[in-house]
Nanobody
Framework: QVRIVESGGGLVQPGGSLRLSCAAS????????MGWYRQAPGKQRELVSTITSDGSTNYADSVKGRFTISRDNAKNTVYLQMNSLKPEDTAVYYCNTNARTRWEVVRRDYWGQGTQVTVSS
């Protein structure tokens, strides 16, 4: 199976920066789009940013100009560079990967366990 593991979360001051990493491992056949989602307490999960296999990106309006998504296909890893962080960015950030195992013929979504990001002074 495919396992998704996020890392890089933590406590940061407003205006600070943080970089999240998400690595896919296991019996991977191929990986398509990858993305980041977040969920604040009492709120619904929302899309933050996605990146396709060929590098096309999109961002939620709330993070445009502050966050940058990138990927390293050789390492099956996606990153989220977060700059100018605000208290409202506080949430659990989840990594989503559209992938298939070597024995699957169609890709499907895999989710990580989430990593906590807290922006506070």
């Amino acid at each position: 199976q495919v396992r998704i593991v996020e890392s890089g979360g933590g406590l940061v001051q407003p205006g600070g920066s943080l970089r999240l990493s998400c690595a896919a491992s296991g019996s991977i056949g191929s990986i398509g789009a990858m993305g980041w989602y977040r969920q604040a307490p009492g709120k619904q999960r929302e899309l933050v940013s996605t990146i396709t296999s060929d590098g096309s990106t999109n961002y939620a309006d709330s993070v445009k100009g502050r966050f940058t998504i990138s990927r390293d296909n050789a390492k099956n890893t996606v990153y989220l560079q977060m700059n100018s962080l605000k208290p409202e960015d506080t949430a659990v950030y989840y990594c989503n990967t559209n992938a298939r195992t070597r024995w699957e013929v169609v890709r499907r979504d895999y989710w990580g366990q989430g990593t906590q990001v807290t922006v506070s002074s």
